[in-house]
C-alpha cells in the first residue's frame, strides 16, 4: 500500500479531476462550485481557475458543515464554527461540491443538509480529491482524483495544499490516539 503522494501527485489529481468535469458538463452553462471548509474550499479554488482557463462560467461559494454534522454534540466547547459564503442563487442550477477526502460519507451527508438551506439545485454532482473508500452511508462521488483502496479503517489519510498548509501531500498514516 503506498502511503505517501508528493505535490506531482496531488498535480496530476486535481488535472484528472478538471479533465472529468469538464467532460460532464457543458461549457456554455453557468456552473456553481462549493467549497467544503477547509481543504474543499481550496480544491474548489484550484478547480476553478482552471475550468475558467476552459471557458467555463463559475460561481463560487465556501460551505461550513460544522452545524450539521452527527458528531456535532462530541465535539462540544471545541466545534469551530467558521462562515459559510453563498452568496450566489443555486436555485435551478447545477452545483459541484468539492471536499478533499470521502471515507464514510457523513462529511457529504452533512452538506447536502446545508446545502439545501440556500435553495434546489437542478442537480449536485461530488468531486473529490480522494476517496479512501470504507462508506457508512450510500454516498459515491461523482469525480475522483485518487482512489485509495485497502486502508485500514485506523489510517487516517491527511491532505495537505499548499495554500493551507505549505505543501502539496497526501499521506495514509495510523489515527493518534
Do not use: W
Not at 482557463?53 to 463560487?60: L, V
Not at 458543515?65 to 469551530?80: E, K, M, P
Not at 459515491?140 to 491527511?158: C, K, T
Amino acid at each position: 500500500m503506498r502511503t505517501s503522494f508528493d505535490a506531482a501527485d496531488v498535480q496530476q489529481a486535481v488535472e484528472r479531476l478538471v479533465g472529468q468535469v469538464s467532460a460532464a458538463f457543458p461549457s456554455d452553462q453557468p456552473l456553481c462550485i462549493i467549497g467544503i471548509r477547509t481543504r474543499g474550499e481550496t480544491l474548489a479554488q484550484r478547480l476553478t481557475q482552471q475550468l475558467r482557463q476552459k471557458g467555463f462560467t463559475i460561481e463560487r461559494g465556501v460551505l461550513d458543515i460544522t452545524l450539521y454534522r452527527d458528531d456535532l454534540s462530541q465535539a462540544g466547547a471545541g466545534a469551530v464554527v467558521r462562515p459559510t459564503d453563498i452568496a450566489i442563487d443555486i436555485q435551478g442550477k447545477a452545483v459541484l461540491l468539492v471536499d478533499d477526502v470521502l471515507f464514510t460519507g457523513r462529511s457529504t451527508r452533512a452538506a447536502l443538509d446545508a446545502l439545501v438551506d440556500f435553495g434546489r439545485p437542478r442537480l449536485i454532482r461530488l468531486a473529490v480529491l480522494v476517496d479512501r473508500g470504507g462508506r457508512e452511508l450510500p454516498i459515491q462521488a461523482d469525480f475522483v482524483g485518487l482512489a485509495l483502496r485497502d486502508i485500514p479503517v485506523d489510517h487516517r489519510v491527511n491532505v495537505r495544499l499548499l495554500e493551507d498548509d505549505g505543501q502539496d501531500q497526501i499521506t495514509v498514516e495510523p489515527r493518534r490516539p
